[in-house]
């Protein structure tokens, strides 16, 4: 993470980084709300969604998924937050780690 602060000096990319390092789910709601959706990089969804309960989580996967079919990660993760969701549907998981697999 230092590394990261040093070479990168986007104030919101540290916050979240900052945020996440400290498991600061306050903060991340705040840098959620401050950015639209589709400005998120696939890195920076997989950091938020660590700090973010499960149906934020699910609703943040789902729609980076959207935008991001082709990240084997985005896949990999909604697919997993679905078979963690206690009203997940498992069919739907299995065809997010079937679309993994295929990339």
Known sequence: MAAARATDLD???N???????KVDRKT??????SV??????????????????EDENLALLRDAQFRHPE?????????QAL????????????AFFRVALAL
């Open 36 to 53: 639209p959706l589709e400005a998120l990089h696939p890195s920076q969804v997989f950091l938020m969604k660590q700090l973010l309960n």
């Open 71 to 79: 990240d084997l990660w985005l896949n990999h993760q909604l697919a």
């Open 15 to 21: 916050r979240l980084r900052e945020a996440w390092t």
């Open 83 to 94: 078979l963690d969701n206690e009203s997940g549907d498992v069919h739907e998981a299995l």
């Open 28 to 33: 991340a709601q705040e840098l959620l709300t």
């Open 11 to 13: 104030p919101w990319r």
